[in-house]
Every structure is written in structure tokens, then in C-alpha cells.
């Protein structure tokens, strides 16, 4: 079984701050990784995945993730913090080696609240 | 504009009253998933489909049914709603290339209440 955690339900950054949202993850075999964003009163929204290649992606709004396979650990980044970044994160894996249609199949998180405070 | 969307967007109903809620996409994407949201559970899926007629248990399929007879359209249907369905529900949809690797367009929400 597949599995996500996030250790923190909230994080607190001050602005202008580097911010990191951890997560880890568990999944036989080599995994697809996403994060997702949830501001208040909204859907959720794609921020960045890894799927292979380099293990330092980079996605919307200045935000890039480190994939580490040994860590089994995909932690979210931000060099320096906005207000605005404020919202709720959530990591998601995906195992694209499992049988039949079970790759269909995408664990999230428990999500953590991130904070940005002026 | 491509997008998910849902209906209704707010259900107040009662114990037992069967339910549909209806998900549609306009980007013509294999896949559709239906998740529900619960403060400290995060997102849970309940359904998914891999495409038309092709739908799949998530992690908590328990009192919902799903069905996918068009390509765009992907209902979640509650046959007897109990009081611990109560949640934020979201539907989603993407591409199937890649072994799913493309990520998801999510739709506004449902937050259904059941008394």
C-alpha cells in the first residue's frame, strides 16, 4: 500500500523568510510526486511534480521541491516568502508500476497549514 | 476556458435521502476522480476511472457508487447518505498519458452537510 505524511499540520514563516513544507512518502518501486495548493475558499490547485530526471523540480509561483529516493522524502520549497503563500499544501504520490488499474490510484497527505506572517 | 465543474456546489440533505452529485469536464480527459476532504484526514479518494465504463475503488469507496457512461461526465451518487458523509468533496480529471504522470485539474467543491 501506498502511503503520504506530512509531519506538520502547520508551518509558521515569517515573510521574506525560506519556507520548507516536508513530506514523506511510501511506495514499492519509483514514485510520481505532486504537490498541491489550497488557498482559502478555493480549489485546489497543481504546484509541481516529479516524475524522473533531475531531482530538483521547480513550479508555480517560485516554488521548487527535492525529490530524495533514499530519504524517501519530496520536501516543498521557497527561497523567500510571501503573505500570500499562505494556504493549505498537499503532497501526493502515485505508484506507476502497480498492477492493472491500481496506478489510478493517488495518496494525499494529511496537508499543512502554511503561515506567512508580515 | 477548460475546467472541472460541479453541482450542486452547497447540499444540505438527510439521513437517507439518496443524492447525485454531478462532476463534468470539458478537456476530454481519460480520467476522473472523486476525493473527499476532512480537516486532518486531508484528501481521501473514493472513486476513480480510468475511462469510459472503467471505474475503481479508491480509499474509501464505502456508501458511494459511481458510474461513467460519457467521457465527460463522472456522477457520485450517495444511495443512503449518513451523517459521516459529511465533507468537502472534490472531483478532478486528467490525461492518461504517462502512466498518469500529468497532474490534476480539480473542480470548485461540493460541501455537503447530512442531518
Known amino acids: 500500500a501506498q502511503s503520504v505524511a506530512q509531519p506538520e499540520d502547520q508551518v509558521n514563516v515569517a515573510e521574506g523568510n525560506p519556507l520548507t513544507v516536508k513530506c514523506t512518502y511510501s511506495?514499492?518501486?519509483?514514485?510520481?510526486l505532486f504537490w498541491y495548493v489550497q488557498y482559502p475558499n478555493r480549489g485546489l490547485q497543481f504546484l509541481l511534480k516529479?516524475?524522473?530526471?533531475?531531482?530538483l523540480v521547480k513550479g508555480s509561483y517560485g516554488f521548487e521541491a527535492e525529490f530524495n529516493k533514499s530519504q524517501t522524502s519530496f520536501h516543498l520549497k521557497k527561497p523567500s516568502a510571501l503573505v500570500s503563500d499562505s494556504a493549505l499544501y498537499f503532497c501526493?504520490?502515485?505508484?506507476?508500476?502497480?498492477?492493472?488499474?491500481?496506478?489510478?490510484?493517488?495518496?494525499f497527505g494529511q496537508g499543512t497549514i502554511l503561515t506567512v506572517h508580515p | 476556458e477548460a475546467q472541472v465543474t460541479q453541482n450542486p456546489r452547497y447540499l444540505i440533505t438527510v439521513t437517507g435521502k439518496k443524492l447525485t452529485v454531478t462532476c463534468s469536464q470539458n478537456m476530454n480527459h481519460e480520467y476522473m476522480s472523486w476525493y473527499r476532504q476532512d480537516p486532518g484526514l486531508g484528501l481521501r479518494q473514493i472513486y476513480y476511472?480510468?475511462?469510459?465504463?472503467?471505474?475503481d475503488k479508491g480509499d474509501v469507496p464505502e456508501g458511494y457508487k459511481v458510474s461513467r457512461k460519457e467521457k465527460r461526465n463522472f456522477p457520485l451518487i450517495l444511495e443512503s447518505p449518513s451523517p459521516n458523509q459529511t465533507s468537502l468533496y472534490f472531483c478532478a480529471s486528467s490525461i492518461l498519458a504517462g502512466g498518469l504522470e500529468s497532474e490534476q485539474y480539480f473542480g470548485p467543491g461540493t460541501r455537503l452537510t447530512v442531518t
Open positions: 476511472s480510468m475511462n469510459v465504463e472503467v471505474t
Open positions: 511506495v514499492s518501486g519509483n514514485p510520481y
Open positions: 516529479y516524475i524522473t530526471g533531475d531531482n
Open positions: 501526493a504520490v502515485r505508484n506507476p508500476n502497480a498492477g492493472g488499474t491500481s496506478y489510478g490510484k493517488l495518496t
